[in-house]
């Protein structure tokens, strides 16, 4: 992934960098809140790694500005910061949208590990962002046109990028315009063979 290390201190941002680098991960840098703003404007990043006490703009700025944005994909924000992780600052940085909380040091497990899960959760987003977008269904059979312009079930595509499961039902209009009728012509056709159906 492409990640945005915003530190104002060079040694500390150095040290970041390459714990980001030997994690296999691409790294641009920023050394306060906007000069990171001014990154993201010119730059597709998906993660970003923020100091939250600096000059100018800070790390929690930096958040609200990437929050208030529209139209773009969603950008992971992990708080990295030399105050305590007490329930105070956790919930000051919650709220301006920071979606994760770490401590200096730096412990390169620990961001390891909060990286897969901003990996998860990008790719869950962009599904999500791709099923919101408007999709090519077919005016008959109601089949979707996915990316590779292969034409599939739309219980099929969604199920493939969610995971999600589907039980089929009928819904009432359907019922009254379809299966009722469907069971008057059988009723014709075969008299003593259709059970009685009683009519909703």
Sequence with gaps: MKILAVEDDAVARAVLRQALRRLGHDVIEAHDGDAAWNLLNDDV??????DWVMPR???LELCRRIRERTGVEYIYFILLTGLDA???NQRTAADAGVDDFLTKPLNVAELWTRLRVAERIL???TQVRQ????????SYCKKIRDDQNYWQQIEGYISERTGSD???SVCPDCYERVVIPEIDRMKE?????VPHVERR
Aim: proline share 6%; aromatic share 10%.
């Design 45 to 50: 990043v998906r993660v970003v790694v923020s």
């Design 57 to 59: 703009a800070d790390g």
């Design 86 to 88: 007490t329930n105070d």
């Design 123 to 125: 790719r869950y987003t």
């Design 131 to 138: 099923l919101e977008q408007m999709l090519p269904i077919c």
């Design 166 to 168: 589907f039980s089929h």
């Design 189 to 193: 056709e075969f008299p003593r063979s």
